[in-house]
């Protein structure tokens, strides 16, 4: 099978990867940076790209037989979620 997943080089993203070509599927992994990738693999394509530019998705799914999304979010960092400390006076 001909799989693509986004965001395979996040911690879920790495697992499944590997296990895809484990079980011998052709993989292309969707990712922002491929050298950040150190996965190495005959059946391995990478792919560079943005999972927010809807036009680069529908290009990158042609083709493929199932598409895997692995992405997450980043953490906000705002002052309504920034732990409450109270000092001891």
Known sequence: MRLI??????????HLTEQALAAGHRVTAFVR?????????????????????????KEAVKGHDAVFSTLGSRPIRSVLYAPRVRSIS
């Open 33 to 57: 940076n491929p050298g950040n990738m150190d996965i190495e693999h005959p059946l391995l394509t990478k792919l560079a790209g943005d999972a927010l530019d809807a036009a680069a998705v």
């Open 5 to 14: 997943i986004f965001g395979a080089n996040g911690k879920t993203g790495r």
